[in-house]
């Protein structure tokens, strides 16, 4: 019987490494009381080690159910070691249209993978800057949203391309 259990762990490590394979680069904000103020800017700092491969930058978020929103609009910034600046705005769905939360997870909490950069060489080495903030409006209203309820965590992450 022991054996079997060792090897239903080996079996799960094995999972677990395989999945994580490509993975280079994750880092997560936790954000107090799940608020996102509209005036923080979240700041991630990484240096590539692999100048020459293809990557895939995701941006993950966490949300509970207290979040009011179908979508997800974020204004991002990848500051490159040049110096050189390059700014998106981006859209994301993060629910059906039937309600049901988009993402992965059990419970109240849902984790989303959002694609941010596909394919990406970091052409020089030295520290990149990632900072990452919610453009939510409500309709028909100027002044984005204050407070965005319902974000968790928010973070990012790089795999290199297979």
Not at 25 to 35: G, I, K, M, N
Not at 75 to 87: D, H, N, R, S
Not at 94 to 121: C, D
């Amino acid at each position: 019987m022991p054996s079997k259990r060792f090897s239903l762990g080996a079996l799960a490590l094995l999972l677990v490494l395989g999945c994580q394979q490509g993975l280079e680069e994750s880092q997560y904000q936790s954000l107090s009381d799940a608020l996102w103020d509209k005036d923080r800017t979240l700041e991630f700092q990484f240096t590539p080690q692999d100048t020459l491969s293809d990557h895939h930058i995701f941006i993950n978020l966490r949300n509970d159910n207290a979040y009011p929103f179908a979508n997800l609009f974020l204004i991002t910034e990848m500051e490159f070691p040049t110096g050189q600046m390059v700014t998106d705005t981006l859209e994301y769905d993060m629910a059906l249209p039937s309600g049901e939360w988009l993402g992965q997870g059990t419970g109240s909490i849902k984790e989303n993978k959002l694609w941010y950069k596909e394919n990406i060489v970091f052409p020089s080495s030295g520290v990149y800057t990632l900072r990452i903030s919610h453009a939510m409006r409500d309709n028909g209203s100027i002044p984005g949203v204050k407070l965005l309820p319902g974000i968790t965590d928010v973070g990012f992450q790089i795999e290199k391309t297979e």
